[in-house]
């Protein structure tokens, strides 16, 4: 059995990520003389950290996928839409921003896009990215919540039919849940 570092809490020997607070833990050799690290849950050629990877592997393991209130705050949903609605559209941008960095950390994905990438993208491409990135959005919310769905879809949808903000509210509800 290993202990976490930050928080002392027991972990099974297999684990990477303290179930308790989400702190990586040291590259020990475990009880059946095998190391785990950080690239057991890389993709291909250990150069992508893929969030659905890591799930089959809690899932084999009966551990959690890593979760980590660190720096997460649980919003206002109301309070963010009158926001965006006052600032005409510049408190909406930020949110987007966050929104993206925060379900980056919960889902463990440290080498997707960054939420100030995801708003350059967006206006380059006059908001043709912000439909891709509410669809990976989706799926990385069901990740969070455990369940195989299709919310990704259901995000696209809203989004092109001018329902962003809804968007953005699911996925705070995902986050407030999580937290």
Not at 50 to 69: C, D, L
Request: proline share 3%; aromatic share 12%.
């Amino acid at each position: 059995m290993k202990f976490c570092p930050k928080c002392g809490n027991p972990t099974d020997d297999h684990a990477t990520f303290c179930n308790q607070c989400g702190a990586p833990l040291n590259d020990q050799s475990n009880t059946d003389g095998t190391a785990h690290s950080s690239s057991d849950f890389q993709g291909t050629g250990g150069t992508q950290n893929n969030y659905y990877q890591q799930n089959n592997y809690y899932q084999s393991t009966g551990g959690t996928p890593f979760r980590s209130s660190y720096g997460i705050t649980p919003r206002s949903i109301p309070l963010c839409i009158i926001l965006s609605i006052v600032t005409c559209g510049i408190y909406g941008i930020y949110w987007m921003l966050k929104l993206n960095d925060e379900i980056n950390l919960l889902c463990g994905d440290t080498n997707a896009t960054s939420g100030a990438l995801v708003v350059i993208f967006s206006l380059i491409t006059c908001g043709i990215y912000g439909f891709y990135w509410m669809y990976k959005m989706g799926e990385k919310c069901d990740f969070i919540k455990g369940v195989q769905g299709s919310s990704g879809i259901l995000y696209l949808l809203l989004g092109i039919f001018g329902l962003s903000i809804v968007d953005f509210c699911l996925i705070q509800d995902t986050i407030n849940k999580s937290v």
